[in-house]
């Protein structure tokens, strides 16, 4: 009788911590807590990595996705599941991380905000691995309604704990070290892309790679007339293109 009570409890741990994410967050815009929206905030600390402010509009689409998935492993059915074992108290753990930062960062917090936003990042690296995506034969249904919202969760949470330090840094003033803010946002996107072929490579995570294509898209649209900028942004995108249409091809020969 342990486990099914622990995992009921699990499903409504994670049902009950995503809507509380979801309402702080929506909350946090609508107020707005402390009188600025999350969007205006980051306006405050521009930098040369954060994209271009349509491309935030992917939290729509990563909520509604947790969304699918909090409610499909709510179900009777999944109790005994071994992916519910598997995410254990991390997505709780997540959402918390998520609020946390939330608070920290509407009220200009920003050096601190990086506390819960890489321990967001490090929940949902152990989530993603211990469900093993890309990897696993999961089910259909277990990899459309699971491993899909945490592949495209996760692949956002890689792009914006650097936004977030790009931010902070800009809050010091930091002086890059004699090195150009160009030339640090150039070695950042190029690293971006590497992690992204890594992924790829070993994961075929077709999910994550799109959401770093969208970022660097959103990167372009803002920087383009940045020559330096929008040209790698550009070629690392489609660099990460190619590799995922090569892959496709290998996946279905």
């Not at 600390?45 to 992917?58: C, E, K, M, R, V």
């Not at 967001?120 to 919202?149: C, F, M, Q, W």
């Not at 792009?159 to 330090?165: K, M, R, T």
Request: charged share 10%; hydrophobic share 60%; glycine share 4%.
């Amino acid at each position: 009788m342990a486990i099914p009570k622990r995992s009921v409890f699990l499903q409504g741990a994670n049902l009950g911590a995503l809507l509380m994410m979801i309402v702080v967050n929506a909350l946090a815009n609508i107020l707005p807590l402390n009188g600025k929206t999350t969007a205006e905030i980051s306006d405050s600390y521009p930098n040369l990595f954060t994209p271009a402010g349509y491309a935030f509009s992917i939290w729509g689409l990563i909520y509604a996705l947790l969304l699918i998935f909090a409610v499909y492993q709510a179900l009777p059915s999944q109790r005994e599941k071994t992916f519910l074992h598997k995410i254990g108290f991390f997505f709780v753990l997540s959402c918390i991380a998520n609020i946390s930062w939330i608070f920290l960062w509407h009220y200009e917090q920003i050096i601190l905000s990086l506390v819960p936003m890489f321990a967001l990042l490090i929940t949902l690296i152990a989530i993603y691995l211990r469900l093993n995506i890309g990897r696993s034969d999961a089910p259909s249904k277990e990899r459309l309604y699971v491993h899909l919202p945490f592949s495209v969760y996760l692949g956002w949470i890689t792009v914006a704990p650097i936004a977030n330090v790009a931010a902070a840094l800009t809050a010091i003033n930091w002086d890059g070290w004699g090195i150009s803010d160009v030339a640090w946002t150039i070695l950042v996107i190029i690293i971006a892309m590497i992690i992204t072929l890594s992924v790829i490579i070993k994961r075929k995570d077709i999910a994550f790679s799109l959401v770093i294509v969208w970022a660097l898209i959103g990167i372009i649209v803002k920087q383009i007339e940045n020559q330096s900028i929008f040209i790698t942004a550009s070629v690392s995108a489609v660099i990460i293109m190619i590799a995922l249409a090569t892959r496709l091809v290998k996946i279905k020969g």
